[in-house]
């Protein structure tokens, strides 16, 4: 964080020095309208059979259902691998930055809205994390929306500068967050809007009844923890796209899910 705040003051892009402050100070941020709605539709209609079969496994309790491995298209890469994002995330990483896994499509279905204290006296078992948690400290969370988010519908929720905590992954209620007097923020915007968290802050699924959410979803860290896996790179490359086409620092970006050729 000290590191960033010098670093930050040097950085000439008015852009990237804007949102890489609030996202230092915050631990997230969301870029509303940032990608154009056509490319989003783009992308929707690229990979509608894949969007309609998670639809089709929906179930009427909280589910969360994902397709690993989203056949790279130009359209793809330019949401996924976009320059002022990665400007962004490897600024406030302060080093080299790589990609944890394959970009991934995320719907979820909210039937019930439930709190920590219910789903834990109840025994519950959810797919959804509608406690509050954190991720592997040394990555950085892209989530693309492909639908619209707004406070009326299921969404994520944040603890801001909850980053700057020794934090662990154990379970957190609400009721522990209620007594913090800690502010909550929901993360909502229109169908191309950008949320960027760290793997530190804390968060949590905000469920509402009876209402969905799609997503393109993407992991960054600073080079551990790769998730590797040739079936998602098989499923990637399933349109003949031409990985080593991409510019050098994109393929070094993507070099250890996507091995480069010796």
């Known amino acids: 964080y000290f590191i960033n705040k010098f670093k930050i003051k040097k950085i000439k892009n008015t852009f990237i020095k804007e949102k890489l ?7 997230f941020i969301v870029l509303e309208n940032y990608f154009d709605e056509n490319i989003i539709e783009k992308i929707i209609k690229d990979n509608e059979t894949i969007i309609a079969n998670l639809k089709s496994q929906k179930r009427n309790e909280n589910s969360y259902h994902r397709f690993r491995g989203v056949p790279l298209t130009d359209n793809l890469i330019k949401i996924w691998l976009d320059e002022n994002i990665i400007d962004i995330m ?6 080299k930055l790589y990609s944890r896994m394959y970009p991934v499509i995320n719907y979820t279905h ?14 519950i078992k959810e797919q959804v994390a509608s406690y509050w948690h954190v991720d592997y400290t040394n990555t ?21 500068k909850s980053h ?3 934090n662990s992954f154990f379970k957190i209620s609400d ?20 949320l960027i968290h760290c793997g530190n802050i804390i968060h949590k699924f905000k469920g509402v009844s ?3 959410r799609l997503q393109l979803t993407s ?44």
Request: charged fraction near 25%; hydrophobic fraction near 35%.
């Open 140 to 160: 950085i969370s892209v989530t693309v929306f492909l639908s619209d988010v707004d406070k009326s519908k299921t969404r994520m929720q944040v603890v801001p």
């Open 219 to 262: 992991v960054f860290s600073s080079g551990t923890n790769l998730a590797l896996n040739v079936n998602h790179i098989s499923s990637c490359l399933s349109k003949n796209f031409d990985i080593d086409s991409l510019d050098t620092r994109k393929r070094n970006l993507i070099k250890g899910i996507f091995p480069i050729s010796i």
């Open 90 to 95: 490897e600024n406030y990483l302060n080093t």
């Open 210 to 212: 009876n209402s969905n």
């Open 164 to 166: 700057f905590n020794l």
């Open 110 to 123: 909210c039937a019930y809205e439930r709190t920590s204290k219910e789903i834990h006296t109840k025994k």
């Open 175 to 194: 009721e522990a967050i209620e007594e913090s007097k800690k502010s909550v923020v929901d993360c909502v915007g229109k169908k191309g809007s950008v």
């Open 21 to 27: 402050q609030f996202l230092n100070n915050n631990g």
